[in-house]
């Protein structure tokens, strides 16, 4: 998960996830963000 500019200044609780390998970014809410946590931590 990365926190930019783009996080900060849109209103809106989204982040932005972004993959290791490919760098492929993709912008989840802050719901889907605990949800995919639960999936991948618990």
């Known amino acids: 998960m990365t926190i930019d500019f783009d996080t900060i200044e849109?209103?809106?609780?989204?982040?932005?996830?972004?993959?290791?390998?490919?760098?492929?970014?993709t912008r989840i809410t802050e719901s889907e963000l605990f949800a995919l946590l639960a999936e991948h931590v618990y």
């Open 10 to 25: 849109k209103e809106g609780d989204t982040f932005t996830l972004r993959e290791r390998d490919s760098m492929k970014q």
